[in-house]
């Protein structure tokens, strides 16, 4: 059982690429998640999906794109990398969206660092 | 505005010495408290869900409790494998986002 699985585990960019983060979740989720981790910072909203179909923005979208392929993959596009997103992202997905006990299922992260 | 404050930031103990976790929350109408432990390099995995004042929720050496204002985690005769950041969460209130929002965690380190 893979549960959430992201890829690259590691990525580093220039300032001013381009790149795509990959999340593929197995458990016939409905909701989906994009958080960054930043030291001293914790975790923090980048944009969620509650259904396939729809994607809205969490805390800090800006600098981001998300694309709900299907039930199962959600993508996250930094479409013009900067230093300030050097971060851990980690992808997540609900089986009980909205309404109280959001537990979230994360996958194992993916490190990105921007020159 | 923080929804979710914890406290201390780190901490070291003694195998076996017992101690507890503190995670103070502000929102109203509570739609759950969340507790995450976080080995590094992984992502968070969940431990407990507490919905209401007064709930208790037990998992080996870890035991977590909730008020109207807080909630602790109480680590009891830990051992090294306990090690890890402790994060706590709560849903989004306000503002249409979903998901939960994180403390910023608790560095535990149990030395043998």
């Known amino acids: 059982n893979a549960g959430v699985t992201q890829t690259p585990k590691f990525q580093v960019l220039k300032t001013g690429q381009s790149m795509t983060l990959q999340c593929a979740q197995d458990?016939?989720?409905?909701?989906m998640y994009w958080y960054r981790q930043d030291p001293g910072m914790g975790l923090r909203l980048i944009y969620y999906?509650?259904?396939?179909?729809?994607?809205d923005k969490g805390e800090v979208p800006n600098g981001y794109n998300v694309s709900r392929l299907n039930k199962r993959e959600f993508s996250l596009r930094l479409e013009s990398a900067a230093p300030s997103q050097t971060s851990v992202y980690f992808c997540?997905?609900?089986?009980?969206?909205?309404?109280?006990?959001?537990?979230?299922?994360f996958g194992s992260g993916t490190q990105l660092s921007v020159l | 505005e923080d929804q979710v404050t914890q406290s201390p930031e780190a901490l070291r103990l003694q195998e076996g010495e017992s101690s507890s976790l503190n995670c103070s929350y502000t929102?109203?109408?509570?739609?759950?408290l969340f507790w995450y432990r976080q080995d590094p390099g992984k992502g968070p995995e969940f431990l407990f869900t507490?919905?209401?004042a007064g709930e208790e929720k037990e998992k080996e050496r870890l035991k977590a409790t909730l008020t109207k204002k807080e909630s602790f985690l109480h680590i009891t005769a830990p051992k090294p494998e306990d090690s890890a950041t402790y994060l706590c969460?709560?849903?989004?209130?306000?503002?249409?986002?979903?998901?939960?929002?994180f403390g910023k965690g608790t560095h535990l380190i149990i030395q043998p």
């Open positions: 997540a997905s609900s089986d009980r969206p909205g309404g109280g006990d959001e537990k979230l299922f």
């Open positions: 458990m016939n989720h409905n909701s």
């Open positions: 999906s509650a259904s396939e179909g729809t994607t």
């Open positions: 929102v109203s109408g509570l739609r759950g």
């Open positions: 507490l919905y209401s």
């Open positions: 969460a709560v849903p989004y209130s306000g503002g249409g986002a979903d998901g939960l929002t």
